[in-house]
C-alpha cells in the first residue's frame, strides 16, 4: 500500500503541504482509493503534530514521539516481521528487526535520561534522533549461517538456544 501511495505521489507531484489537502488527482476512483491511504498515513503525523505543538518540556515532547509508536504499533509489527523472518529460516532479518526497535527505545530512553527542561526546538530533536539512529549498526554477527550469532540474549530469543556462553561469568550459583 505505501509503495502505491509513494508511486501516486511521485506521478501527481504531492509534496509538502499537498500531503494535507484531499486528494483529487488520477481520476475519481484512483483519488478515493489513494486518499485512504493518504489518512492512514498522515492522520498519526497530524496527530504528533499537535502532540508536540501543545507539549511543554523536552518529556512531553519524548512521550508524544512514543504515543506515536504506540499508535502504530510498531513493536508488535516488528515483531510479526521477526517471527516471519524466523518461520522463514531468515535468522538475519529477524535479528535485524530486534536491533532497530531496541535502538529506537534506546534512544528515546538516553535522550530521556541526559536531557530534561523546557522543549528543544523540533530540528535540534530531529537533528538528534537522526544522529543517534545514523549511528547504529544494525546487522547480526557474523553474517554466515554456519557461524555462532552474538549479541544479547533479546536479540537471540528468535530460536532454541542449544548452548549459551556467559562471558565475564567469574561464578556459577
Known amino acids: 500500500e505505501i509503495d502505491r501511495l509513494m508511486n501516486y505521489a511521485l506521478e501527481y507531484g504531492l509534496t509538502g503541504r499537498l500531503w494535507r489537502q484531499p486528494l483529487r488527482r488520477g481520476g475519481e476512483e484512483l483519488a478515493s482509493e489513494m486518499e485512504t491511504l493518504r489518512l492512514a498515513a498522515v492522520e498519526p503525523l497530524l496527530r504528533l503534530e499537535e502532540r508536540m505543538a501543545s507539549a511543554n ?10 504515543t506515536l509508536l504506540e499508535e502504530l504499533d510498531a513493536a508488535r509489527k516488528l515483531e510479526e516481521r521477526q517471527r516471519a523472518a524466523v518461520e522463514m529460516g531468515q535468522m538475519e532479518a529477524a535479528n535485524e528487526c530486534a536491533q532497530v526497535w531496541n535502538r529506537v527505545v ?3 530512553d538516553q535522550l530521556h535520561q541526559l536531557m530534561t527542561g523546557p522543549c528543544v ?19 547480526p554477527l557474523p553474517q554466515s549461517g554456519d557461524a555462532v550469532m552474538a549479541g544479547s540474549l533479546s536479540h537471540l530469543r528468535t530460536q532454541p538456544v542449544r548452548l ?10
Open 164 to 173: 549459551l556462553i556467559l562471558l565475564g561469568c567469574n561464578e556459577m550459583r
Open 57 to 66: 518540556t523536552l518529556d512531553d515532547q519524548l512521550t508524544a514521539l512514543w
Open 121 to 139: 526546538p523540533l530540528r535540534d530533536l530531529m537533528e538528534m534522533l537522526r544522529e543517534s539512529l545514523a549511528a547504529a549498526d544494525i546487522k
Open 106 to 108: 534506546g534512544t528515546l
